[in-house]
């Protein structure tokens, strides 16, 4: 997959954002391997909540800021049938918000750094199809995916040590 990552205001310069955001993409591909074909794009906003809530409000119909946002561009049949030959295919937007990452995070009492990279899993698993949303079997299917991708990456597990 490839990631075209845009890092605007407010997000500090003291992480690599752009690594982390590489690194949970591909370490998720190893897990999902719908998300390991090289055709796909992704692009990655790192925003404040202030452009959160636009884009939250104008294609959600929700009006307040949310940590983090994702716009599916292919469905999951779609995605799951894509061949690894052929142009780029964009599998979809993300946009993560400043504020409320880092106040989840000092709630969590976790970094920014690993707050952000659950989220960024959490947003490509929702590109991909999954959906938290639909049952609780999909919840767990989905959190299953999650504390995986994390604990390989050396994250706890965001949801407390659940043991499926």
């Known amino acids: 997959m490839e990631l075209e990552i845009d890092i605007e205001q407010p997000w500090p310069d003291s992480a ?13 591909a190893g897990i999902a391997p719908e998300l390991a074909n090289p055709r796909l794009l992704t692009s990655v906003l790192f925003t404040s909540d202030a452009e959160i809530h636009v884009l939250n409000r104008e294609w959600r119909g929700k009006d307040k800021p949310t940590n ?17 030959a052929g142009p780029p295919e964009m599998l979809g937007d993300i946009a ?6 880092q106040r989840e995070a000092g709630e969590k009492h976790i970094t920014v750094e ?7 899993i959490h947003a490509l698993l929702h590109l991909a199809g ?8 999909d919840a767990r299917t989905m959190e299953k995916l999650e504390i995986k991708t994390l604990a390989l990456m050396g994250i706890a597990d965001p949801y407390g040590d659940h043991h499926y």
Do not use: G
């Open 16 to 28: 690599d954002w752009e690594s982390l955001t590489t690194r949970a993409a591909a370490t998720l």
């Open 68 to 84: 983090v946002l994702s716009f599916p561009m292919l469905d999951q049949d779609a995605l799951l049938a894509l061949p690894d």
């Open 96 to 101: 993560l918000a400043w504020e409320t990452c």
């Open 114 to 120: 690993d707050h952000a990279t659950h989220l960024i």
């Open 130 to 137: 999954h959906d938290h949303e639909i049952s609780p079997e």
